[in-house]
Every structure is written in structure tokens, then in C-alpha cells.
């Protein structure tokens, strides 16, 4: 499905904005860019702007996103949106408050095409790209979800549903849009990837410093070619050199992502592999563990947190660096690799 070419409310630049604003003196561009970005108002609530104004604009300028239902976990400190999406698809968008940050991971993508089996937006398939105005409007309503409990967004991660890299033009397009108009520094901002080693080579001649990270999983390419078929394509020796250029060009941190399965990657020779495969990006790979989670369609375990502490301090012996991290949302299905945006995810399922 083509994502649609109408233009929304978010999806304009300043410029752009301007040619709605055909007639009027010159200074209500001002007023309506700093209600739309500083105030985080609808076009309706920018109460400087003439009301026969607003209207307008609230009618040639459609919100992109139709919230369906929101869900809040962790005593509030999760909250998980499903939006729907000009042409009928679903996405998700998760706002995570911490004491420190205020994080928002967005969608790429309405599905995915990479097929990972143990993440439920894999299962489900694909179904469209994102228009830059659907990536921006997730982080300003998930901003004034937070400007709510008087929390401001400091940190963006394209790790909702969705492969960024294969989307790259508009996700590119909107970290610029965040990092200008929303005023979040690119070093707050993450992109993660399965691995697309092209993306990660154009991320790499962007001028931006945001942070890479990859969803690593198996530092072989037998196990990687099984949890994540894209490593057939782009496998895990050029995957490690592309990320040795992205740090050699940006000097940012790259991260790994390792999914804890039970008995699959969470073994003493996995952590060995792993810290072998750091090594060679040293000082700044960072491995980030978090136990897998359920998800409909993968029957496998996530991995006992006792054990996954117990693989962080092997890592750690093997010279690697890594963190535990702590889950967020799984109780509403907003953790990672759990958003399906209600996708009735069968494939493998067990009868019964
Ligand atoms: N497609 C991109 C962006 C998605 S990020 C990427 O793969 O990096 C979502 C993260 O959650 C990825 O690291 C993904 O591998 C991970 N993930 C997927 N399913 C998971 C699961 N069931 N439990 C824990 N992490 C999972």
C-alpha cells in the first residue's frame, strides 16, 4: 500500500506552512509554528490566531494519526498509543517516563518486512511506509501526553514497529524536523536497524550525530541467519564493518541489542561470541540485554533474569560492556518487539 500524499498537520515544513497561510500578515506564521511546536496546541487552541483562521486551518491541515485507544502501564510511567492511519492501517507509538528522560519510541512502518520470528510486528508482514508527517505527529502527541504530567521529551528511538533503514528518506526527514522544530538534540536521538548495511552506510553520510543502534541477537552467522533473516542478505562480518565506519565517521556509541532467548543465545559460548564481535568496535559498542518477550507467534522463552545477569557478568569477563535493561509495558504489549498494533498474530501459534 503507497502511504498517502495529502498534506498533515506535522508532515509540513515552515515553509510549506507558509502557503496555507496565503493573505495573512506575515507574523502568523510565527504564531502558528510556535503554537503547533512550542505550545504543542491544536490549530483550534492557538488563541493569538483569528478563530475564523483556526478553523481553516484545522480543516486544510488533518491530524495524520486518529487515536484509537491508549494504554498506561508501570503506574503511568508507560503509556502506549494506537493510532489509526489515513487508509485504514494501525500503528503504535510508546511514551516511557523516566526519572531522568522522557523517551518516545516510534513506528517506521505500519508492519515490517524483515520477518524477525520472534517479534510480533515481523509476524504480522508488512503493510506501508510512514510519511514524515505520521513520524512527527507520534512524537508531538506523545510530547503533549507528557506535557500533561509536566514532562517534557528529551529522548527519540525509532524502535517501534517498522524497519527505519528501509524507510530511510522520511525517517531521515523527521529526526531533521524533530531534532529543528522540537528541539531535541541528535544525540538523544536513536535509530536501530536488523542490519541494513546501506542504511547504515547513508546514516553514516548524514549530518547528524545520532546514535546507531543494531538488533544484534547471535554473533554468528548460523544462529543470526535464523532469528534474523535478513543476515542472509547482509551478513555478520560486513555488518560489523559498516558499524565500524559509522563510529569511525560519527564518533557516537553503537549499541547492540540482544534479545535473551532461553537456551538459543544466552549460553557461555554466545557471551564469548558476542564479546568477540565487541572487541572489534571498541571502546564504543555497548550491548543492551533485555530478556525476550512473549509475543503470539514464537514459542520460546525469554530468558530467566537471573541468568541474564549472569551472561552480562560473562560479557563483562570477555572485556564487553553491557546493561540489563529493564522492561517497559508488558503488560499492555508495549514492550520490545510486542507491538502489533492489534494484528491478530496466528503464525505458529499452538491449537488451542
Ligand atoms: N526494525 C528495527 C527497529 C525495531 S526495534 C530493528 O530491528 O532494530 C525493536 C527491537 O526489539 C529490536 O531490537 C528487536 O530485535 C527487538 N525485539 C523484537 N522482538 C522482541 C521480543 N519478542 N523481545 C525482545 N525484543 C524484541
Redesign the pocket.
Known amino acids: 500500500m503507497a502511504p498517502p500524499t495529502t498534506p498533515t498537520r506535522y508532515g509540513l515544513t515552515r515553509d510549506e506552512l507558509a502557503a496555507h497561510l496565503d493573505g495573512e500578515p506575515r507574523y502568523r506564521l510565527d504564531q502558528l509554528w510556535d503554537g503547533l511546536y512550542t505550545q504543542l496546541a491544536e490549530p483550534t487552541d492557538i488563541s493569538n490566531l483569528p478563530k475564523a483562521l483556526r478553523a481553516r486551518l484545522d480543516e486544510r491541515l488533518p491530524a495524520a494519526l486518529t487515536p484509537v485507544t491508549e494504554s498506561v502501564s508501570d503506574t503511568g510511567d508507560t503509556v502506549k498509543f494506537l493510532w489509526e492511519l489515513d487508509g485504514g492501517s494501525r500503528i503504535e507509538t510508546v511514551l516511557m517516563l523516566y526519572a531522568d528522560r522522557a523517551t518516545v519510541?516510534v513506528s517506521?512502518q505500519a508492519g515490517?518486512a524483515?520477518a524477525?520470528g520472534?517479534?510480533?510486528?515481523?509476524q504480522a508482514g508488512f503493510t506501508r511506509h510512514l510519511t514524515v508527517g505520521e513520524i512527527v505527529e507520534q512524537v508531538v502527541r506523545a510530547a503533549q501526553r507528557a506535557k500533561r504530567v509536566d514532562r517534557r521529551v528529551s529522548n527519540i528511538?525509532?524502535?517501534?514497529?517498522?524497519?527505519?533503514?528501509?524507510n530511510l528518506g522520511p525517517v531521515w526527514a523527521s529526526v531533521e524536523r524533530i531534532h529543528a522544530d522540537l528541539g531535541l538534540s541528535a544525540r538523544h536521538i536513536t535509530?536501530?536497524?536488523?542490519?541494513v548495511i546501506p542504511g547504515i552506510r547513508s546514516l553514516a553520510d548524514l549530518p547528524l550525530p545520532v546514535n546507531l543502534?543494531?538488533?544484534?541477537?547471535a554473533a554468528n552467522d548460523a544462529l543470526r541467519d535464523e532469528l534474523?533473516p535478513l543476515n542472509k542478505r547482509y551478513p555478520l562480518d560486513d555488518l560489523v564493518a559498516a558499524c565500524a565506519d559509522y563510529l569511525r565517521v560519527k564518533n557516537r556509541r553503537v549499541s547492540f541489542?540482544?534479545?535473551?532467548?532461553d537456551g538459543v543465545n544466552d549460553r557461555e559460548q554466545d557471551a564469548r561470541e558476542l564479546a568477540e564481535l565487541c572487541r572489534r568496535l571498541q571502546p564504543h559498542a555497548h550491548v543492551?540485554l533485555?530478556?525476550?518477550?512473549?509475543?503470539p507467534g514464537?514459542p520460546t522463552r525469554?530468558t530467566p533474569l537471573a541468568r541474564v545477569h549472569e551472561f552480562r557478568d560473562a560479557l563483562e569477563r570477555f572485556g564487553a560492556n553491557a546493561t540489563v535493561r529493564r522492561?517497559r509495558g508488558t503488560d499492555i504489549d508495549a514492550?520490545?518487539?510486542?507491538?502489533a498494533a492489534g494484528q491478530a498474530v496466528t503464525i505458529g501459534r499452538k491449537p488451542g
Open positions: 519510541c517506521s515490517c524483515m524477525c520472534f517479534c510480533a510486528t515481523g528511538v525509532f524502535m517501534g514497529m517498522g524497519e527505519p533503514m528501509a535509530i536501530s536497524t536488523v542490519g543502534a543494531v538488533s544484534l541477537h534474523v541489542e540482544w534479545a535473551m532467548i543492551n533485555i530478556p525476550l518477550n512473549p509475543t514464537y525469554g522492561n514492550a520490545c518487539g510486542q507491538l
